[in-house]
């Protein structure tokens, strides 16, 4: 029986790297969390294989789009990977997506956390609005 090695750089865990899974958690959790690393640490590394991809795309797009962050760096690679139900190896594309945060990034984080507050004491008013005619 003959093994194969993939050889990888073997990199410490980052702590603003996001790895994320299709599987695993909703959009929306990776969003917030890619929000709090920006805020903790400046930038957010996110990465993801194969059908992956198009989440944190996803995720990277909306952080640019609501002005909170800038891309740095994108990285498109393949990487070798055991198919354990074929036990051959198979190639998988991988993404990196470096965001960096945006210099208006403070004061949205500040406004987002105000109006969530604002808008629960309107949105009953209006609907009862709608109720009446």
Same mark, same amino acid.
């Given at each position: ?32 969390? /890619? $929000?709090?690393? *920006? ?9 993801? %294989?194969?059908? !992956?991809? +198009? #989440? ?36 998988? /594309? $991988?993404?990196? *997506? ?9 004061? %949205?984080?500040? !406004?987002? +956390? #105000? ?19």
């Amino acid at each position: 029986m003959t093994t194969v090695a993939v050889s990888a750089p073997i990199e410490p865990q980052k702590k603003n790297r996001i790895q994320v899974s299709n599987t695993k958690k909703p959009l929306f959790f990776y969003v917030n969390l /890619a $929000k709090r690393y *920006i805020q903790q640490h400046n930038e957010v590394e996110l990465s993801a %294989l194969g059908m !992956a991809i +198009t #989440t944190v795309v996803t995720i990277a797009e909306i952080l640019k789009n609501n002005g909170l962050a800038t891309q740095k760096k994108v990285c498109t690679s393949t990487i070798g990977m055991k198919d354990e139900n074929k036990g051959r190896l198979i190639q998988k /594309a $991988k993404i990196e *997506i470096v965001l960096g945060k945006s210099e208006k990034f403070d004061s %949205l984080m500040t !406004a987002a +956390t #105000t109006t969530p507050d604002a808008a629960a004491t309107t949105a009953p008013e209006a609907s009862t609005e709608d109720h009446k005619e």
